[in-house]
């Protein structure tokens, strides 16, 4: 019996001295945090006096689908300054996350058609090349169908195997001018731009070649209001330079010809020199004819 009162009375010691060499005592329960008095305090991930949209105005945790600066001390799972004893204090600046396909048009979206699809003219929130988008949500146009949606200046039917070399990805060429015809847009060369389109341009037919243009449609200067080159002128110029008329060129011609008939004036007058000289010979004729017969 005393040897059992012996042991018990040793463990009750061998307790109470590794009770009294442990130094460190649980720490009390931080408080919990006071939400909108602008400190960062631990489980806070935004603050604010107040604090702003898209902040919880509970909690002060960032709301789903937003983004806030700066992220607080410790975002990374590590300890930071926001469990401290001094919190420091926070205003945070926060904005909604890309919403890519929920049919709004974000900041920095070119598009949003409501979907994730690609290649349906809005791919990210991006427009696909060769095409258009309009409207929120995003209605989408493919450039090369033939047919004038909005956004496009021009569609020549290209994926139908049709072009025009007046419009270039929906886009009308500078110097020309397309028209809305039934499907496909039709274009031609535009008449006194000053720009001279004829069919060695490739993409100009006959019908729309120009004979000239001067970069007016003013008539009476050698290239009409339809760019036909006008009568008794002359143009020059290659394509697609500012075509030079000169009228007046018949006329030139005209003066020539009365130099012509000068020249021939003067073989009439020779003509009656020979003349005179014939009727002088016939006279001599006689003389020697009434010599003979005397």
Do not use: Y
Request: hydrophobic share 25%; proline share 10%.
């Amino acid at each position: 019996m005393m040897r059992r009162l012996s042991l018990l009375a040793a463990a009750t010691l061998f307790v109470a001295a590794f009770s009294c060499n442990t130094d460190d005592e649980p720490a009390p329960p931080p408080p919990p945090p006071e939400c909108g008095n602008g400190l960062l305090e631990t489980g806070e991930s935004c603050e604010g006096l107040p604090p702003p949209m898209g902040c919880d105005l509970v909690t002060c945790t960032v709301d789903p689908e937003w983004f806030c600066l700066p992220e607080p001390p410790g975002a990374d799972g590590e300890t930071g300054g926001s469990s401290s004893d001094d919190p420091p204090e926070w205003m945070s600046t926060c904005e909604l996350l890309d919403t890519c396909g929920d049919g709004v048009i974000d900041p920095e979206e070119e598009c949003d058609d409501g979907d994730d699809m690609v290649a349906d003219g809005c791919s990210g929130c991006r427009v696909d090349p060769l095409w258009t988008c309009v409207g929120e949500p995003s209605e989408c146009f493919k450039c090369g169908d033939g047919f004038l949606d909005p956004g496009e200046e021009c569609d020549d039917g290209e994926d139908l195997g049709m072009n025009s070399a007046g419009c270039e990805n929906c886009v009308v060429v500078p110097g020309w001018d397309c028209f809305e015809m039934p499907p496909p847009s039709l274009c031609g060369p535009v008449c006194g731009d000053g720009m001279f389109f004829d069919t060695s341009v490739p993409g100009v037919t006959i019908g729309f070649a120009e004979e000239c243009d001067d970069g007016n449609t003013t008539p009476g200067d050698g290239c009409d209001a339809q760019c036909h080159i006008e009568d008794d002128c002359e143009c020059t110029g290659s394509a697609p330079s500012t075509s030079t008329c000169v009228c007046g060129v018949g006329d030139s011609t005209d003066t020539g010809d009365s130099g012509d008939s000068g020249t021939s004036g003067d073989s009439g007058t020779g003509g009656s020199s020979s003349g005179t000289d014939g009727g002088s010979s016939s006279s001599d004729g006689g003389a020697m004819d009434e010599a003979g017969g005397g």
